[in-house]
């Protein structure tokens, strides 16, 4: 099941993995220590680069999809996982309501929501699923290839709470980043638990936030481990909000890719690293209708926004404004890792704040800087074998896939603990609890 | 990996395990709701058996050996639940000594002393070993088959605390069931953390103290789930002190006998069951230099204890007096499970709340009624198949190994959850925190 990689066995990316490895025990304790004092986000996986000369996440998602992409072994684990999750939130939960999003209609995702539901049913759940849809007056049944059929059923809100006919959970889980905007059916619920909380969604979260926060922790982490903050620190440029149709818009973004651009040329040049730098442009909302636009010289910025204007014009979607608003630049991390010919990018899933398993996204189409996550984007997944969930001590560095998968654990865990810190940053609750 | 079973695949064990799938949700929701006011034993081990028309445990150890006979694809799931056990009780950890037992001749034992190190390590503590005995001065290697060789040292004691040298441990894990009493240097360690705590210890353990928690945990757990509780509950009758060399304490003992298998013949018949009822007779205490004794029929009791007697005279063993002292007599559960013609004993393995595996022991030659974890006793450990972990909900009763798995570890849970209960009565510090 684990698949061969071919990526750039030299360098520094081993002398991470090694640095990683002999490690073990200083890094468990150093996350130990830091949930003690923060609290990992419900759920959450993590996208990560592996350049084979640096390995960073790229992006860190809390109402994560796609759990019917990890193999079978790995479901004792989510469960466990699962199960301290619950014990320390409510443990009192009996019934539990899992909130979708839209892709109803997609069969993969219907898969996703199956493997959720049994997994928090195995856990010690009663689960059900209510619907955001307006549209929906009475249950549907969906089905579910290779599985039991899902029921669908219409929310029903009360004054306090939030439920389903005959069902009143304590708790509620989203599987719904929000980036619709937060429904007020799920708002002022004081007496429910509402997992993720709804300022993990995307009308509240920055990308900017995130990879703040990101880098603080990976220059406390890189001084654990006695190494280079940028081998796992993607460098980042917040620009605020931009109107991208004025010069003065464009301009501002030029110039913030220009300074991520020497930033990570100056770290190329240190490393002896013969790639061509390049740099990542996004809405800092997580709004996908524009971007990401991918660029190696500032200087090309005006003619790739152009051509979204032009699309956005044909498509209509101007009409939504994407091109004013709040943007990021982000370096661009290579991603180095193939199966055969196609690239292949790992994926990390978490639960509260144990590795539960992974799969790898694997795309023959598209080139190696590309976003693989994009809107339509589609891809095979590939497990990650489940004996990968441990270090092997003493394989050889760059040889061990599970070696490897440790080491992409790791990363993925900083980015879900950046996640935690931009919780707590944006929890609009956080001052009656100071 | 898993051995097909010949069982009774009729009566009223199909009926349990149908009971159990479908009550998942609920069952879970009741441990959890257990462990919110009960601490759960740092881990443990418990044997079971399926006597193919009821299901009991005969056995919670608390210092469990033989890790290493549990699958490498269960060490994922045997190091996530270290680490919520750890977070829980030590969270700022950072060394840990492991105490083994005086067994370290035995190559077995070294793998299991091995695996528990390895899980440990995973889990982010620099593990290192101190042994009780007094005649090692110096750190010693043990070579392990097919691994890395131990360093096993001599622990040194300071006025209140443990360690060894350039080694100052914050947690001390014993695996060490302290039959042979408990030593001075672990005594009044009052700084660091002792895992277990010494009253878990045999010097303290009483099977009887543990079978009548348990049984009041059945009686609750049979409640819930609307059956009668003797379907996982052996009938018991503690003996207190008696001393068999006389006639008085023989007459007890038989009176006791005569309980059991009264209580245990009237269920065979009420479920009629075909098989003749026995009870099992050992000390109380845990002493394992005399029994168990297997009876089918009250009068057989002098007969046995002269025979024990007599051995007893031969190899000295009188002059510790094993026939004075507390006894504890057991219904006796017979252990239908085979693979081919072989018994197959089924072990569950814990760690905190967790079950992480379990094996069968497998053993040829003795009968299905007798102890297969006495003094001598060898076996051929099977491990239980990973993906056993999760109930296959649907599955035709009887027919699953994942679902029998579920069941067997529903059963050790109660029994963990006994010697929970256990730990508490018998804590010496008890009442400073009333």
Avoid at 278 to 307: H, Y
């Amino acid at each position: 099941m684990v698949p061969h990689l071919v990526t750039a066995l030299n360098g520094p990316i081993n002398e991470l993995e090694q640095r990683i490895l002999e490690s073990t025990p200083v890094i468990e304790r150093w996350f130990r220590l830091e949930w003690m004092e923060h609290t990992p986000p419900f759920y959450s996986s993590v996208d990560v680069r592996n350049a084979g000369f640096k390995l960073a996440p790229v992006d860190t998602c809390l109402f994560p999809g796609g759990w019917n992409n990890l193999s079978p072994e790995m479901l004792p684990l989510a469960v466990q996982a699962a199960m301290a999750a619950i014990e320390k939130i409510c443990p009192e939960a009996k019934n539990l309501l899992l909130v979708p999003s839209a892709q109803t209609h997609n069969t993969f995702y219907l898969s996703n929501l199956s493997r959720l539901a049994q997994i928090f049913n195995l856990a010690g759940l009663n689960v059900r699923l209510g619907s955001l849809s307006a549209d929906l007056k009475e249950p549907v049944q969906l089905e579910v290839p290779g599985g039991a059929p899902l029921t669908l059923e219409p929310l029903q809100r009360g004054k306090r709470r939030l439920g389903l006919k005959h069902f009143d959970p304590c708790t509620i889980l989203l599987n719904n980043d929000l980036s619709a905007g937060v429904p007020g059916i799920l708002e002022d619920l004081h007496e429910q638990y509402l997992l993720p909380p709804l300022h993990a969604g995307w009308p509240t979260r920055r990308h900017s936030t995130h990879f703040r926060l990101y880098e603080e922790l990976a220059k406390r982490f890189a001084k654990v481990l006695g190494m280079d903050h940028w081998l796992i620190n993607p460098a980042c440029a917040p620009c605020g909000e931009l109107d991208l149709t004025t010069p003065a818009g464009l301009a501002a973004l030029q110039a913030q890719v220009d300074v991520v651009l020497t930033k990570t040329r100056r770290k190329y040049k240190e490393y002896g690293i013969n790639e061509k730098a390049f740099a990542v442009i996004k809405r800092d909302d997580g709004r996908a209708d524009v971007g990401p636009w991918v660029v190696r010289d500032a200087k090309d910025v005006p003619a790739l926004v152009a051509a979204a204007q032009l699309a956005g014009q044909a498509t209509g979607a101007a009409a939504r404004q994407p091109l004013q608003g709040p943007f990021f630049v982000q370096e661009g991390v290579l991603n180095n890792e193939r199966i055969n010919d196609a690239v292949a990018e790992p994926v990390v899933y978490m639960m509260d704040r144990y590795v539960v398993g992974g799969f790898y996204r694997v795309h023959a189409d598209q080139a190696d800087h590309q976003g693989m996550n994009g809107p339509g984007a589609s891809f095979l997944p590939l497990a990650f074998d489940q004996s990968n969930h441990l270090p092997q001590l003493g394989a050889r560095p760059g040889a061990s896939g599970p070696n490897r998968f440790y080491m992409y654990g790791v990363i993925a865990r900083l980015g879900m603990l950046a996640a935690s810190y931009e919780l707590e940053a944006t929890d609009p609750d956080a001052e009656i609890y100071d």
